[in-house]
T-cell receptor, first 111, second 114 residues
Framework: QKEVEQNSGPLSVPEGAIASLNCTYS??????FFWYRQYSGKSPELIMS????GDKEDGRFTAQLNKASQYVSLLIRDSQPSDSATYLC???????????FGAGTRLAVHP | GAGVSQTPSNKVTEKGKYVELRCDPI?????LYWYRQSLGQGPEFLIY????????DSGLPNDRFFAVRPEGSVSTLKIQRTERGDSAVYLC????????????FGQGTRLTVV
C-alpha cells in the first residue's frame, strides 16, 4: 500500500462546477496535511494546509480532513480553466520528518 | 531571499560524471527537503535537514547520492557516477520550523544524463 494515494484522473469538469479531489493516507499518526497545485513544467505551489478534523475554507478552495477514515479532500468551487493542473496531496509521516506526496490527480476544467 | 532558489535550472551531464545541485532556502527557514520528480509522478522524498544535520535520509536511493548543509542554510545535493535513470527534476523545499509546517518549493533543477 502506498503511503499517500490519489486517483490519477484525469478529472474533467465543466467551467463553473465543483471539482472534488480525494486522497487517502496510511500513517495513522499523521498530523499535517497539504494540497499543492502543479502546472505542467512548473514546481508544486502550496494552496491549502489542514491540521484538524473538519473543513477549512480559503476563497474557492475547501480542504476536508477525516483522521478516523484517513481521508483528505479538496473541493474547488466555481472551477475555472485556469484551475486545470495536477493537484498533489501531501502528508507528513514518520514523526514529521518526511513530507510524502501522492502521485497527483490531473484536473481539466473545460469551458 | 524571497523564495527558494535552485541552481542550475537545467543540467545536462554525461553518464558517469559527478554533479552538484544547489538549493538556497527562504531566509530563516530551518527545515530543508530534497525531492526527485519523474514525469507523471509525484515528488519522491530524498532527504530532510533540520539545521545542519540530516534528520532523515531514508529516501536517498543509493550511496551515489549525498547531500550537505554545512551552515544550516544553503544545501548541495551531490550525485556521483550519474546514470541515465537519475534523469529527473530535482526539487528543494524549505519550511520555517521543524517538520510538520508548510513547505515551499523552488523552481527545480532538471537533470538530464546522456
Amino acid at each position: 500500500q502506498k503511503e499517500v494515494e490519489q486517483n490519477s484522473g484525469p478529472l474533467s469538469v465543466p467551467e463553473g462546477a465543483i471539482a472534488s479531489l480525494n486522497c487517502t493516507y496510511s500513517d495513522r499518526g499523521s498530523q499535517s496535511f497539504f494540497w499543492y497545485r502543479q502546472y505542467s513544467g512548473k514546481s508544486p505551489e502550496l494552496i491549502m494546509s489542514i491540521y484538524s478534523n473538519g473543513d477549512k475554507e480559503d476563497g474557492r478552495f475547501t480542504a476536508q480532513l477525516n483522521k478516523a477514515s484517513q481521508y483528505v479532500s479538496l473541493l474547488i468551487r466555481d472551477s475555472q480553466p485556469s484551475d486545470s493542473a495536477t493537484y498533489l496531496c501531501a502528508v507528513f509521516s514518520g514523526g514529521y520528518n518526511k513530507l510524502i506526496f501522492g502521485a497527483g490527480t490531473r484536473l481539466a476544467v473545460h469551458p | 531571499g524571497a523564495g527558494v532558489s535552485q541552481t542550475p535550472s537545467n543540467k545536462v551531464t554525461e553518464k558517469g560524471k559527478y554533479v552538484e545541485l544547489r538549493c538556497d532556502p527562504i531566509s530563516g527557514h530551518t527545515a530543508l527537503y530534497w525531492y526527485r520528480q519523474s514525469l507523471g509522478q509525484g515528488p519522491e522524498f530524498l532527504i530532510y535537514f533540520q539545521g545542519t544535520g540530516a534528520a532523515d535520509d531514508s529516501g536517498l536511493p543509493n550511496d551515489r547520492f549525498f547531500a550537505v548543509r554545512p551552515e544550516g542554510s544553503v544545501s548541495t545535493l551531490k550525485i556521483q557516477r550519474t546514470e541515465r535513470g537519475d534523469s529527473a527534476v530535482y526539487l528543494c523545499a524549505s519550511s520555517q520550523e521543524q517538520g510538520g509546517t508548510e513547505a515551499f518549493f523552488g523552481q527545480g533543477t532538471r537533470l538530464t544524463v546522456v
